[in-house]
């Protein structure tokens, strides 16, 4: 009988008690599918890194140098990570497009023998841990005139280095300005009074116009590219336009292909009307994609994506549906600018996560689903609607290649019925269709929970040799989720 060595030579004459070592059969233990995050958005000019590089960030601090302190994905960063410091976390800082042009909303101050009091304003306000980021307390005297006012107003905002905005003020009118150009501008908010027991000082009134006229967003192209093949298990762009939602769809499916293997799952968000939301999510069609509906909380939208994204990568298990999990940085909308039970059954089926609304005022994610809703044919098709299905496939296609990578990894392969003495690394297909049956039933199922049904799994395994390996055809039957239960009362009197 030979043993198979692969670091003691086969002919070695020299006395001694020689060992190896080999990990081949250590593989007791599943691989997770690595966390790892990256974020596309705005970058300031102050930021240190170029356009369109790649800065890995172990704190916010880090993407602050990066990006710029304030820049849109800069702040993204620190809400990753305040919620999941040790995430391992990328950002990609994009410049504004020469041509781009910023939105702009304006406050008009009135008053009319004022008394002295606080205005409580929000500019694009979001939670970043226990920190609220955008309210603005403006102290107001008695008597103070509408450019008083408004100086401080403008006071107040341009000096929080963490701003979204730029304010000027010409007699009374407060001009709040997006710091950097493009379309999301235009989905900024501006209110007052957000909280219960806040008020406007006596005599004193604010006209607030939406924000507007934001145009013409960057190319991301270069920074896809950047990305090159490094692993990314969620990816969360400030973008949701046709041609950026294009690229990365584009590239989402790239990386997933089977000859890359770099599993990514791309996470925006969006806000606006039921209308405005249904529109959008029926523009797109990708299992690979999530984005939540935000709708009328005056959140950044972009913030919300990384609140989103960063939620869902907390949960190890990729089958759990995370209903009812918080997103800890978003603010409600106001009371009364909720979606409905109906509106969110509408956002749902157009591809549009959702979430609701607790009596405390937290927002909770309801369901995760994908933009996917239509197969090759145009014909409706649920089969990728929850995120989960694609993370379970991810979970699965992973633990099976680092599986037989680890185990067999410069092994030779035979046909079945041969007598081979033990130690050769010879694996037959009968063998290989035991592992597969053996993983799907021991792992996938018993101790992770990713499949249900092992026995099935194993009944349809087909095999075949070819010159180069092996090829193997597995259905897994993915554990569902619960999302829903119906009861039927039948009540006896």
């Not at 102050?46 to 800065?55: D, I, K, L, M, N």
């Not at 006071?155 to 979204?164: F, I, Q």
Request: glycine share 8%; proline share 5%; aromatic share 8%.
């Amino acid at each position: 009988m030979t043993f198979a060595f692969t670091g003691i030579p086969s002919n070695l004459l020299v006395p001694g008690n020689y060992t190896e070592v080999n990990g081949n059969r250590a593989t007791s233990d599943t691989p997770e599918l690595p966390r790892r995050m990256t974020l596309i958005g705005s970058r300031l000019t102050t930021g240190a890194v170029a356009t369109s590089v790649p800065y890995r960030c172990s704190s916010a601090a880090d993407a602050e140098y990066a990006a710029g302190v304030g820049s849109p994905v800069a702040e993204m960063a620190a809400v990753v990570k305040a919620a999941y410091p040790s995430l391992e976390l990328y950002v990609i800082g994009v410049t504004d497009d020469a041509s781009g042009v910023a939105a702009t909303a304006t406050i008009t101050v009135t008053v009319s023998s004022n008394l002295a009091g606080t205005i409580s304003l929000y500019v694009a306000p979001y939670w970043v841990g226990s920190t609220l980021r955008g309210k603005y307390s403006v102290a107001c005297a008695a008597g103070d005139t509408v450019t008083t006012i408004a100086e401080a107003i403008v006071a107040a905002v341009n000096a929080d280095p963490y701003r979204t905005v730029q304010a000027t003020n010409l007699v009374g009118v407060v001009t709040l300005t997006a710091r950097n150009d493009g379309t999301q501008g235009n989905s900024l908010k501006c209110l007052h009074s957000y909280f219960v027991g806040e008020k406007l000082p006596t005599g004193v009134s604010l006209a607030i116009t939406d924000f507007a006229s934001g145009a013409t967003n960057p190319s991301i192209s270069a920074a896809i590219a950047a990305m090159g093949d490094g692993h990314s298990s969620h990816l969360v762009s400030q973008w949701t336009d046709a041609t950026s939602m294009t690229a990365l769809e584009t590239e989402m499916t790239r990386r997933w292909g089977p000859t890359v293997q770099r599993e990514c799952h791309l996470f925006t968000a969006s806000s606006g009307s039921l209308g405005t939301l249904t529109t959008l999510g029926d523009s797109r069609n990708s299992e690979l994609s999530t984005c939540l509906g935000s709708g009328l909380s005056p959140i950044p939208s972009w913030i919300a994506a990384a609140g989103v994204a960063v939620t869902h990568a907390l949960e190890p298990h990729p089958g759990r549906p995370l209903r009812g999990r918080p997103i800890d940085c978003m603010l409600a909308p106001v009371m009364g600018d909720e979606f409905e039970a109906s509106e969110r059954q509408q956002l749902l089926a157009e591809g549009i996560s959702t979430y609701t609304v607790d009596s405390s005022g937290k927002c909770r994610i309801e369901r995760l689903v994908t933009t996917y809703q239509e197969d090759v044919n145009g014909n409706p098709d649920s089969k990728y609607r929850d995120i989960q299905v694609m993370f379970l496939l991810a979970a699965i296609r992973y633990d099976w290649r680092t599986y037989v990578g680890a185990k067999y990894p410069d092994f030779m392969h035979a046909a079945d019925g041969t007598s081979y003495a033990p130690g050769l690394a010879i694996i037959t297909p009968s063998t290989m269709r035991a592992e597969f049956a053996g993983r799907a039933t021991n792992v996938w199922a018993y101790s992770q929970g990713w499949i249900e049904d092992p026995e099935q799994f194993a009944d349809d395994i087909e095999i075949e040799r070819t010159e180069d390996g092996m090829d193997l055809i597995g259905v897994p039957n993915l554990i569902n989720r619960l999302h829903i239960t119906k009861t039927r009362l039948d009540f006896l009197r």
